[in-house]
Nanobody
């Protein structure tokens, strides 16, 4: 199973980015697909998740500024981030959970300049 994340980059404060993550390989019974991030010198933290039932959950730090969406038929999850702040700067990782396993993507760097 491979998770390919894309969409990171350099953006000015107040700007927007859309991250994508596509899972390929023998992956079955996905329960949720989500995003985490890790800023320099900090622990990895939860950002948002999309469940197979269509529910969405967000960290307080991004709630109201971000929208997560998933396409379970394509094993793909998206994260639209708006009104970006310098404190959103981090490596963003996608994570896919199935009934028995979880998988991590390689990360995509988001840098927000002030």
């Amino acid at each position: 199973v491979q998770l390919q994340a894309s969409g990171g980059g350099l953006v000015q404060s107040g700007g927007s980015l859309r991250l994508s993550c596509a899972a390929s390989g023998s992956i079955f019974s996905i329960s949720d697909m989500g995003w985490y991030r890790q800023a320099p010198g900090k622990q990895r933290e939860f950002v948002a998740t999309f469940t197979s039932g269509g529910s969405t959950y967000y960290a307080d730090s991004v709630k109201g500024r971000s929208t997560i969406a998933g396409d379970m038929a394509k094993n793909t999850v998206y994260l639209q981030m708006n009104s970006l702040k310098p404190e959103d700067t981090a490596v963003y990782y996608c994570k896919v959970r199935t009934t028995h396993y979880h998988y991590w993507g390689q990360g995509t760097l988001v840098t927000v300049s002030s």
